[in-house]
């Protein structure tokens, strides 16, 4: 992935664009086995300039603005088949999470495949609320 989405929305128009990207300083990290929401995820990919500082220490704390991109890899292949995206909201756009918005792209990043404020990404993250809702990678401190 060359470059991270942008994701704009006006109304019920989307448009999503690519911007200078800022990959993760450290490798993919592969999945743990008894995680089969993400089984085949290679772990966290990217991040924008916005949030790049909150993920230097814990307790995270990400501001406006910030998009985490992962891509999901289904073997053999190594091109991403989806994306997984989470969007750094104001704190009254969804008051459950913090503000995030959780969206799941196409592989290529041209179409959002869906879009939730709830739902299983919120579930999952919930657990991580600590942290702004956002797992550290495995070996993280």
């Known amino acids: 992935m060359d470059a991270l989405p942008n994701i704009v929305t006006t109304g019920a128009d989307t448009r999503i664009s690519f911007p200078r990207s800022v990959a993760s300083e450290r490798p993919p990290q592969r999945p743990r086995k008894d995680d089969p929401m993400h089984a085949t995820a290679l772990g966290f990919a990217y991040v924008n300039e916005m949030g790049r500082d909150a993920f230097r220490k814990e307790p995270f704390a990400f ?58 990404c919120l579930k999952c993250h919930t657990s991580a609320s600590q942290n702004d809702f956002v797992f550290p990678e495995p070996g993280q401190k």
């Open 63 to 120: 501001p406006v603005g910030t998009i985490l991109v992962r891509e999901r890899v289904l073997p053999p292949s190594t091109d991403a088949d989806e994306l997984v995206v989470m969007i750094k909201r104001e704190q009254r756009f969804n008051k459950k999470a913090n503000g995030w918005e959780f969206l799941t792209l196409s592989g290529d990043a041209t179409r959002i495949l869906k879009r939730e404020k709830d739902g299983k």
